[in-house]
Structures are given as structure tokens and as C-alpha cells.
């Protein structure tokens, strides 16, 4: 039997040729696809009839270019300049890694980047131990679309564009020099990128002048620095690098966004301004409650939930880390140790206090101010459900199917989601404010966490799989006795629920009501009215 001619092997316009001249019986008598029956075949072609409309097209022509440096341009606009920074200190962090991976004896042990403003100059300096970039990877750090980086990669790096428009958002002119550490010791080559304002202008080039540096020994083997000439902010005002909170705002960032990595890798610091005190991780981040005694153990729990998620087809393995405990308190204050599930991507923050993706399975009403936890993805860049900037959360991305309606994660919310209903009222303090023994196990590099289990997935099971029977739910027991509480009754009709439910912020209708709104309502009511006798009291 003659074998068939591909079809995915002809150039779109030859398709479309052969689709206006043949019937769909006759193309699958001469062509095929590849590995797949002519039934699906035939199903294609039909699907390319409607898609292309081919019979009513004249002749082909091409249109189209390069894409312009807009696409970088504009992108920076929305980063502050934290979160420039971020990117400049996620490169770092990767390059450090993946060069450990290999490379570790030639890797420098402790990852060290600098961040230093010169005021006089107006100029910040960026600088890594990572290991450099050698000639043929120079590009990496200019030029949109190029990186080292894949979607399987075990970094943060996802997108190849982050360390560029980190350069545009910042400077007006930037020169980069980098000595790369050769493995094998056979070259030693220092390298200085020049950026001037004339080339971050101009749209269409992306040629960029580089020059072998002479002396190399201003710059260290495995540096990278980028010399960034400030843009002015605010334009005609005291520059952002002289006033404190500017400067504070950033280090916060910072701080708050490397804290678990800072905890789980000891060995990276970073200096921001202060260039003698490395940024300390934020503890109070996770400050969750301690409190494992008469019955009731509330102390944080892990669960790394193990499955495989796929890219084209082929399946790789994922780890979600969820970290859940109790606050201390059940205030809703606390801009960093507020109550909410923050979210992580190979273990650096992208989302702090998220309310909206969990909130199916945890408590509404005033029991909703003792949540807090992560959830922390660990493999492959590509399944981690962060946008370009690392900023947000995209709900719409595979892994957030298994996240919040896999049965075995939705059991360990809701053995949570039981535990902060059991909290209640009244002796809430009481129950929740014992502190842990410690916020970080500095001999296992982690957070402490009493509880850490890993459970397999298949994600095809969705019933008759329960948590492992070594895993222990968080326990409540009420020290109160039944006979020292009260329950107040009272009828509303729908129209004067209607004004609660406005006053209170109470969602869906009172028309159709649920006991969880009946619940969150008398919550609400309860705590306003205390609150104002207890404030009438103190007066
Ligand atoms: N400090 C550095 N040291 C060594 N290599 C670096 C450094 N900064 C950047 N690079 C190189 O530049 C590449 C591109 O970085 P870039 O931030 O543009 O893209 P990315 O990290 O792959 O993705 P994302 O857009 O998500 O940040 C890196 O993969 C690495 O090869
Ligand atoms: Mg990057």
C-alpha cells in the first residue's frame, strides 16, 4: 500500500489549496496525520473547513515583523519598583540554584545579592554571586523571549521576560557586567552590556552593544552587577531613595515576598539599603496559634499532596504544600499576620491574604478572622497559576481544579473549617493566643510546623480516598460548660433581614435563606452589639 502523503507536513497556504480543490473523502484517501484515525482525521478537516473558510479566499500574501520593544515597554509601567527588584532577585535566586544543581562545588555557597543607591549619582546598583553569564547567554539579559529557563524548569522564572522589564521600569540608561564563573576553569571572561537611553527608546532594536572588560578584576568571578541610572521619581521632587517609607516600602517587599525561602535556604541573604544587615525573614507572617492543651491542639499542620499534572501529555510530578493553622487573635487587623491563605509558587509569595479561592471551604462571618495558611506549589514553572508580574493568581489554571475540589485537600480544609467554627465566641483568647514554642526550626530549616504529612494523589479518584490514618485533625474541646451558655432568640421578617444582611455585609438573600446565613448573621449581630457594650463600659 502506497503510503500516504503528511498533512501536517504541508505549509498552511498548500492545505488550503487542497481543501478548496478536493472533497474531504478524497483528502483522506491521499493524506494523514500522524498517529491519528482517519475518523479523527476527517474530523479535523472538517473543523479546518469552518475555521478557514477556504473556498471564498483569493490568493495568499504575508504580513507581520518582529514584535517592537512595546511589549516590554509597556509592561513595565505596572511594576512598581518593588517588584522590579523582585525580578532582578528571582533571576538570582534560580541562577544560584540551578547552578547548584550541577555546578555545586563551583557555586558559591552562600547566595549574596547587594542592592545599593548612590544618591549623588542617582544610580542603583544590582549585584549577585550567582555565577555570571557567559558571552553566549549575554542575550538572556536583554532581550525579550530568551532565558534559561523552560516550562519544566523548577523555578520561578516562567515567562523570560522579567529581568527585562525590570531594566526598563527602572532606568533610563543601564550597563550590566558579569564574569562568569566557568565550571570547568578553562576560560575566565568578563563581559559589560550597554544600554544607553537612545537604545531603551527606540522600539525596534534589539541589537545591543557589548565589551569585554580589561581589568577584569573590578568585578569578582561569578558576579553579575547591573549599574542602573535612576529614572527621576517623582519627577521635579524629593527622589523616592531619600525618603524613608519609599525605601521602607520596598525592603517589606522584599522581605515579605523571599521569608519561607529566606527560612528554607539560610544561605541566601539579601542586603537592600542596609548593607550591613542582611533582610531578616518576617516571623510574624506565620504567627500562628500554639495552643495544643485539654483537649483542643490547634498547632499548624503541613500537607504536601503529591499528583501529576500534564504537559503535552506527558505527566509530571507537582507538590502542593498547604500549610494551615490558627491566628492568635481573631481581630481582623494585622496588615502582614491578617487572617487568609497566601499563595507561593517554589516557595516564593505571590499572593498574601487571598479570600476568594478558599473561601468555599472555610467559615464565613467573624470565624473567617482565625484562617490562616499557604499554599505553596512546588515543580515545573509552568503549572504554578501566577501572572507574567507574580502578582496574581489566574483561577482558571489546571492545578486550581485539583486545589480546591480534589477530595483529599478539600477533607484537610475541612477539618479546619470545623476546627475555627469549634474556636466560637467567648473564650476565643483564651484558646487561641498560646504562642508556638517557636516560629522557625532552625535545625530543619523550616517553619515549625508539629504536623507534616505527604499524601499521594491520583486526581482521577474523586471518591473512596480518605486522608491517611496517621494524619490527626486539629482538635477543639470548649472549656465552657453547656450551662453557662445562653442562646438568644429572636424573629426577624424578610424586609428588616434585608437591612441586616445590608448592614452586615451578609451575602445572598434573605428570601432563600441557608443556616450558614442565618449563622454569619447572628455571628455579625452578636459581635457588633458586644463590641458597643463593652466599648459603652470602658467609657
Ligand atoms: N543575575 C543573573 N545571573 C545569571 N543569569 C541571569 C541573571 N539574571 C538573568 N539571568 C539569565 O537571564 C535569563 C532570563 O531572565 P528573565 O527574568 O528575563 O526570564 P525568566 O526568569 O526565565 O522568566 P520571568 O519572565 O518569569 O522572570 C535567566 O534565565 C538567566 O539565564
Ligand atoms: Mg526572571
Redesign the pocket.
Known amino acids: 500500500m502506497p503510503t500516504k502523503i503528511s498533512w501536517t507536513g504541508l505549509s498552511h497556504q498548500d492545505r488550503i489549496q487542497i481543501l478548496k480543490e478536493m472533497r474531504i473523502d478524497q483528502i483522506i484517501a491521499l493524506y494523514e496525520m500522524p498517529d491519528v484515525t482517519p475518523e479523527d482525521f476527517q474530523d479535523r478537516l472538517v473543523k479546518q473547513l469552518t475555521l478557514w473558510a477556504p473556498k471564498n479566499l483569493g490568493d495568499f500574501d504575508t504580513k507581520g515583523g518582529p514584535p517592537t520593544k512595546d511589549v516590554v515597554l509597556g509592561a513595565w509601567r505596572d511594576l512598581d519598583r518593588s517588584e522590579a527588584l523582585l525580578?532582578?532577585i528571582?533571576?538570582?535566586i534560580?541562577?544560584w540554584n540551578l547552578r547548584r544543581e550541577t555546578y555545586l562545588a563551583m557555586t558559591a555557597k552562600t547566595l549574596i545579592v547587594h542592592i545599593r543607591i548612590d544618591p549623588q549619582m542617582q544610580q542603583l546598583v544590582y549585584e549577585?554571586n550567582?555565577?555570571?553569564?557567559p558571552k553566549d547567554?549575554l542575550t538572556?539579559?536583554v532581550v525579550?523571549g530568551?532565558?534559561?529557563?523552560t516550562d519544566l524548569s523548577l523555578?520561578?522564572?516562567?515567562?523570560?521576560?522579567?529581568?527585562?522589564?525590570a531594566i526598563f521600569r527602572l532606568a533610563t540608561a543601564a550597563s550590566i557586567t558579569?564574569r562568569y564563573q566557568n565550571p570547568a576553569q578553562t576560560s575566565d571572561e568578563a563581559w559589560s552590556i550597554q544600554l544607553d537611553e537612545a537604545w531603551l527608546r527606540d522600539p525596534y532594536k534589539y541589537e545591543f552593544p557589548y565589551a569585554p572588560l580589561k581589568d577584569k578584576s573590578v568585578i569578582e568571578q561569578g558576579q553579575?552587577r547591573y549599574t542602573f541610572q535612576l529614572r527621576e521619581e517623582p519627577i521635579g521632587g524629593t527622589p523616592w531613595y531619600l525618603e524613608s517609607d519609599d525605601i521602607k516600602k520596598v525592603s517589606e517587599s522584599i522581605q515579605r515576598t523571599y521569608t519561607l525561602l529566606l527560612i528554607r535556604n539560610p544561605n541566601i541573604q539579601i542586603f537592600f539599603h542596609d548593607l550591613k544587615n542582611p533582610i531578616e525573614p518576617l516571623e510574624k507572617l506565620y504567627d500562628f496559634s500554639g495552643t495544643n492543651k485539654n483537649g483542643t491542639d490547634l498547632r499548624p499542620q503541613q500537607i504536601q499532596f503529591k499528583f501529576d499534572l500534564l504537559h503535552d501529555g506527558v505527566p509530571y510530578s507537582v507538590i502542593a504544600e498547604i500549610v494551615l493553622g490558627c491566628r492568635r487573635t481573631s481581630g481582623a487587623g494585622g496588615t502582614i499576620s491578617g487572617p487568609g491563605i497566601d499563595l507561593y509558587g517554589n516557595n516564593r509569595l505571590f499572593v498574601l491574604h487571598d479570600h476568594e479561592t478558599f473561601a468555599h471551604l472555610l467559615p464565613t462571618g467573624s470565624a473567617r478572622n482565625l484562617v490562616r495558611g499557604f499554599v505553596n506549589i512546588h515543580g515545573p514553572?509552568f503549572f504554578i497559576p501566577w501572572d507574567?508580574h507574580?502578582r496574581h493568581l489566574n483561577p482558571d489554571r489546571e492545578i486550581m481544579r485539583a486545589l480546591t475540589k480534589n477530595k483529599l485537600i478539600t477533607d484537610f480544609f475541612g477539618h479546619w473549617n470545623q476546627a475555627y467554627q469549634g474556636v466560637g465566641r467567648g473564650d476565643v483568647t483564651d484558646l487561641i493566643n498560646e504562642p508556638l514554642p517557636k516560629a522557625v526550626d532552625k535545625v530543619k530549616k523550616d517553619l515549625f510546623l508539629p504536623t507534616r504529612v505527604t499524601v499521594e494523589v491520583d486526581l482521577r479518584r474523586k471518591r473512596g480516598v480518605n486522608l491517611p490514618p496517621s494524619y490527626v485533625p486539629p482538635k477543639v474541646k470548649r472549656s465552657k460548660l453547656r450551662n453557662h451558655i445562653l442562646t438568644v432568640k429572636f424573629t426577624l421578617d424578610v424586609e428588616e433581614a434585608m437591612y441586616l444582611f445590608g448592614k452586615y455585609g451578609i451575602e445572598g438573600s434573605p428570601r432563600e435563606v441557608s443556616k450558614a446565613m442565618v449563622q454569619n448573621l447572628s455571628e455579625a449581630i452578636r459581635d457588633d452589639v458586644l463590641d458597643r457594650a463593652k466599648k459603652k463600659r470602658r467609657k
Do not use: F, M, Q, R
Open positions: 525580578e532582578l528571582d533571576n538570582s534560580d541562577a549577585d550567582a555565577g555570571g553569564v547567554k538572556h539579559l525579550p530568551y532565558s534559561d529557563t523555578t520561578i522564572g516562567s515567562y523570560k521576560t522579567g529581568g527585562k522589564k558579569t553579575t514553572n507574567t507574580k
